[in-house]
T-cell receptor, first 112, second 115 residues
Framework: GQGVEQPDNLMSVEGTFARVNCTYSTSGFNGLSWYQQREGHAPVFLSYVVLDGLKDSGHFSTFLSRSNGYSYLLLTELQIKDSASYLCAVRDRGSALGRLHFGAGTQLIVIP | EAAVTQSPRSKVAVTGGKVTLSCHQTNNHDYMYWYRQDTGHGLRLIHYSYVADSTEKGDIPDGYKASRPSQENFSLILELASLSQTAVYFC??????????????FGAGTRLSVL
C-alpha cells in the first residue's frame, strides 16, 4: 500500500538541533517535500528533494534515501519560534499527474 | 498580497445543507487542489485539477464535487453536508513541472462546522 509515516511528537532544547523523520511507501517516487505548519495557519513550503543525500539549506537541511524510503528534516540552532508541525509529503508516479501524499505531521516543541 | 485566497474563512452549516467553498489564485498556476485536515491527521486530497473545466478525484472524493471554471478559480461543493465533513479545508496551487510541481502554495484555510 501507500503511506507516509511520521512520529507524532518531538521535543528539543533551544539552541540545539532537531531531526524530524519520515518514512514512505508509494507507487514509484517523484519527489519529497517538507512543509511547516504553525497552529491555526496553512502549511508553508520548506524544501524539496528528489535525489539521495543531504541538501543543506542553512537552518533547514533535508536528507533523502530512496532505497530505504526515508527522509529527515534537520533543524539546527533551534529557536522557540521553530515550534510547529512539520509535514512530509511524497509525490508518487501512480498516475500521469502524480498525487502528493502527506504524512500526519510531527509536532516539534522547542523548550528553553 | 495573498496569492491563494479562500472564502469563507469559516462556515457553520446544517446537516443535509449545501456548502460551497471557493478558492481564487493569482499565481498563474495550472494545478489546484482541495485538501481537508482533521485534528491530529495529515492533509488528505479530495479533488484536484490541472486545467480549467476539468477536475480529478483525489483520495477521498466521496461526498464532494469540484468545479474549475477558470484557471484562477476552483470550488469545492458539498451537496448534502454531513457531520463527518466537519474539518479545516485547504486550497492550494502549484506549477506544472518538475520541482515546482511539489511546491504547493496554500490558502489560509476554511474551518467548516456541520451541525
Amino acid at each position: 500500500g501507500q503511506g507516509v509515516e511520521q512520529p507524532d511528537n518531538l521535543m528539543s532544547v533551544e539552541g540545539t538541533f532537531a531531526r524530524v523523520n519520515c518514512t514512505y511507501s508509494t507507487s514509484g517516487f517523484n519527489g519529497l517535500s517538507w512543509y511547516q505548519q504553525r497552529e491555526g495557519h496553512a502549511p508553508v513550503f520548506l524544501s524539496y528533494v528528489v535525489l539521495d543525500g543531504l541538501k543543506d539549506s542553512g537552518h533547514f537541511s533535508t536528507f533523502l534515501s530512496r532505497s530505504n524510503g526515508y527522509s529527515y528534516l534537520l533543524l539546527t540552532e533551534l529557536q522557540i519560534k521553530d515550534s510547529a508541525s512539520y509535514l512530509c509529503a511524497v509525490r508518487d508516479r501512480g498516475s500521469a499527474l502524480g498525487r502528493l501524499h502527506f504524512g500526519a505531521g510531527t509536532q516539534l516543541i522547542v523548550i528553553p | 498580497e495573498a496569492a491563494v485566497t479562500q472564502s469563507p474563512r469559516s462556515k457553520v452549516a446544517v446537516t443535509g445543507g449545501k456548502v460551497t467553498l471557493s478558492c481564487h489564485q493569482t499565481n498563474n498556476h495550472d494545478y489546484m487542489y482541495w485538501y481537508r485536515q482533521d485534528t491530529g491527521h495529515g492533509l488528505r486530497l479530495i479533488h484536484y485539477s490541472y486545467v480549467a473545466d476539468s477536475t480529478e478525484k483525489g483520495d477521498i472524493p466521496d461526498g464532494y464535487k469540484a468545479s474549475r471554471p477558470s484557471q484562477e478559480n476552483f470550488s469545492l461543493i458539498l451537496e448534502l453536508a454531513s457531520l463527518s465533513q466537519t474539518a479545516v479545508y485547504f486550497c492550494a496551487s502549484s506549477d506544472l513541472t518538475g520541482a515546482s510541481q511539489n511546491t504547493l502554495y496554500f490558502g489560509a484555510g476554511t474551518r467548516l462546522s456541520v451541525l
